[in-house]
């Protein structure tokens, strides 16, 4: 008897620890995805609420409209948190980007990278014009003309 009781005693601690591991296993699991949750949440293009909430100091710049795609690329590789926002009270209307100023070195890097590649982008010619010259080049030269003519037989 002393016997069944040891086993039954050890099973039931080897239950005991088991439980606590798996717990203990779970709750780390959790708290690990909780942390990527909030890492990823808080990263890039958000709400203007959201960038208020990271108890952060925001700054803003004005751009253009057809520079947002752009500038939204080069903030993306710079890892730049930041909110778009459209001000209706103009016309025509303005778009502020705002971002967290800690990261202001890295806005003004990204947004030094935009600004020159859009000036790099006004050098480039346009595609369209030239397979348009190249079009008309085409037409210029000189065909082969092929006459068919027909071989009458006596």
Do not use: C, W
């Not at 705002?98 to 003004?108: G, N, R, S």
């Amino acid at each position: 008897m002393a016997v069944q009781e040891e086993i039954e005693q050890k099973s039931f601690n080897i239950m005991i620890s088991t439980t606590k591991l798996s717990a203990r296993t779970v709750l780390r699991a959790v708290k690990a995805a909780f942390r990527l949750y909030q890492s990823k949440a808080s990263q890039g293009k958000q709400s203007v609420r959201t960038l208020l909430r990271q108890n952060r100091g925001v700054s803003s710049v004005e751009i253009s409209k057809t520079g947002i795609h752009g500038l939204e690329r080069y903030a993306k590789k710079y890892g730049i948190d930041y909110a778009i926002r459209k001000d209706t009270s103009e016309v025509p209307p303005r778009y502020l980007v705002f971002f967290k100023a800690p990261d202001a070195e890295a806005f003004h890097s990204a947004f030094k990278e935009y600004s020159a590649s859009l000036l790099n982008k006004d050098k480039r010619p346009s595609v369209l014009a030239r397979l348009q010259e190249l079009v008309q080049a085409a037409a210029e030269l000189p065909g082969k003309v092929r006459h068919k003519e027909q071989e009458r037989g006596l």
